[in-house]
């Protein structure tokens, strides 16, 4: 590494270049998100347009990812039943 890149790093950023074939940004925000991706997984990996390997990854992590949507409304729910709960003893 020279000494300019040393003394001015922001000459490394001006060097690096964005790929502009980089995977668009996703919609996962719900469980019909969620469950829309894994489908579309499962259709490219029946017909081989990605790797088995990676279609697995990919639906592993999708799972994770609705098993948060899941806990996230359990709770959400749970709450609103503990808040109707006390308001009854009170």
Do not use: W
């Amino acid at each position: 590494m020279n000494q300019d890149c040393i003394e001015n790093p922001s000459r490394i950023l001006e060097s690096i270049e964005l790929s502009s074939d980089a995977t668009p940004r996703i919609n996962l925000s719900n469980v019909e998100d969620v469950r829309r991706e894994m489908a579309k997984v499962y259709r490219e990996t029946r017909s081989l347009k990605i790797p088995t390997s990676d279609g697995t990854k990919l639906i592993f992590i999708l799972t994770q990812i609705l098993r948060a949507h899941e806990i996230y409304s359990i709770e959400k729910r749970l709450e609103v039943l503990e808040l109707i709960n006390r308001k009854k003893c009170i």
